[in-house]
């Protein structure tokens, strides 16, 4: 299955590893070292304001669409995909 994050761009859903909301990311000096450090993976689908973070294998995702949207979107019935809150 694929979820729609942003612009367009679709992301395989067992490609996700976590989605963050925007607060984790401003507030987590981890966080911010991680982005540091994978800045050449970043892709940005917002002009500079973005809600949440998707981190996947190959990139992290920087989405204009809230944490709670995205979750909605992978919990649709037809979805084979778990999620640990």
């Given amino acids: 299955m694929y979820i729609h994050v ?9 490609e996700i590893i976590a989605i963050l909301e925007k607060g984790t990311v401003h507030s987590s000096d981890e966080i911010k ?12 689908l917002s002009n500079g304001n973005f809600k ?25 019935p037809d979805s084979d995909v778990e999620i640990d809150d």
């Fill in 33 to 44: 070292h991680f982005l540091e450090k994978n800045k050449k993976a970043v892709v940005y």
């Fill in 6 to 14: 942003g612009e367009d761009v679709m992301v395989r859903s067992s």
């Fill in 52 to 76: 949440s973070m998707i981190i996947t294998s190959p990139h992290v995702y920087l989405s204009p669409i809230a944490p709670g949207t995205l979750k909605k979107r992978l919990l649709k």
